[in-house]
């Protein structure tokens, strides 16, 4: 079975074969990655969210043989080039954690949040945010999205985007 995981091809080990092995046992127990976290088992909690071709999963309900040929994105993999994901700085500037054990999870799905929606509504981030914090820094969670969401590049609005504006630039008629 194949597997990449935070860009990396990946020879699974002898305990990985099972395709039902949740993927989260794979990432801990297998290949060590020990970012994400186990918390209730049966996907409720999100502890252990991970990034699936860049939807956000819960592996400890996501069998081993649905990843199989997918990019697999771990907190271990969210910083790039040895830089912070935007979420990870803006997790830092707005003092998130507090017990942290949540974390990685939380990280995780804001960044497939933003990837998919780079300028969420309140209401987009708490459709999106499923995760539980026992903590409740749900307000902070909330901030420091939004504060990743004013560092990323903002989108193209969809009445400029480069196909219409190039159309635009040829006949000056526009679309």
């Known amino acids: 079975m194949e597997l990449t995981v935070n860009g990396h091809p990946q020879t699974l080990p002898e305990l ?11 990432l801990r127990d297998g290949l ?3 970012g994400t976290k186990y918390g209730c088992g049966i996907g409720a909690c999100g502890a252990c969210t991970v990034q699936v071709d860049g939807v956000a999963m ?25 830089h912070p994901h935007a979420v ?16 990685s999870g939380m990280l995780m799905a804001a960044a497939a949040l933003l990837a998919s929606n780079p300028r ?19 307000p902070r969670v909330r901030a420091a999205i939004k504060l990743a969401a004013r560092q990323l590049p903002a989108p193209w609005p969809p009445a400029l985007s480069p196909h219409r504006i190039a159309d635009a630039g040829s006949d000056g008629a526009g679309a």
Request: net charge negative; charged share 15%; with cysteine.
């Open 16 to 26: 990985a074969r099972d395709p039902a092995m949740p993927l989260l046992w794979v």
């Open 88 to 103: 990870q700085a803006a997790w830092l500037a707005e003092q998130v954690p507090q017990c942290g054990y949540c974390q």
């Open 120 to 138: 969420p509504s309140d209401a987009d981030i708490d459709a999106a945010i499923t995760n539980l914090c026992r903590c409740g820094t749900y």
């Open 58 to 82: 819960r592996s400890c309900v996501t069998p081993l043989a649905m990843a199989q040929g997918k990019a697999v994105t771990t907190i271990e993999g969210l910083a790039q080039g040895g």
């Open 32 to 34: 060590h990655l020990t």
